[in-house]
């Protein structure tokens, strides 16, 4: 019989498993380990161009970007490279929680939370570097006033974007009822935003994993849509669920 994994570290499993959604799942094999450096700004455009549309890389190829890296050594202000790091390297950081690999975690995590942190230094306005902190954040369960404060940071600094709306409530979701009333309140309006707009799928796959108490929350937005929004996301919780 497999054994039941302690709360905090199911809580811990949880938590950065909402931030390897952002990123995606595993499955697309990309490598980078024989781009030449004159390259290799251009390919780090590329993978976070990719990783933006969801695209995945396995864990191997996801090894070979960050060693490439290393040995390239971009700046903490190179933002786009910064970025596509970081997306990297969260996959990874949950496979190790995953497989007992504490170590190897723990430097993931540090190594995370240095380059969020020196990428704001040079580009506080980054909305998904402070989404990422947030999430970093959760997954230490440290839901308190300063990480609240991380996720209204990416609220403020990009509100009405969908590339950044569609992954943010990935993870705001799921701590939507300890929030703040007021942060609770662009949850909600962000969430009944996205139905609006036709970007039904991640709502929709955020309802059904909501507890209910959540649910009741997003169902009052959800009934002050138009018919129209309305269908489109009962077509897309059927599809889901069958």
Known sequence: ?????????????????????V???????????NVARGQVNDDFRDTESRLLRFETFSRAASIAILESAAADDPGPCDNRAQRALMLVEIPIADAALRSGAVQEFDQ????????????????????????????????HGMLNEHSFDLLAMSYETSPNEAWIATRRIIVAIPVLRVAPEPLQQKVLTEFEGLIRRGFVETPARSYLDASASTRSLLQSRIDQLDPRSRAYFSDALRKLSS
């Open 1 to 21: 019989m497999p054994l039941t994994p302690p709360p905090r570290l199911s809580f811990r499993l949880f938590a950065l498993r909402g931030l390897a959604l």
């Open 23 to 33: 990123v995606g799942c595993w499955g697309l094999f990309w490598g980078l380990a």
């Open 108 to 139: 993931r995590i540090r190594s995370l939370e240095d380059r969020a942190r020196q990428t704001l230094g040079c580009t506080p306005r980054d909305s998904l570097v402070w989404l990422l902190l947030f999430g970093l954040e959760t997954e």
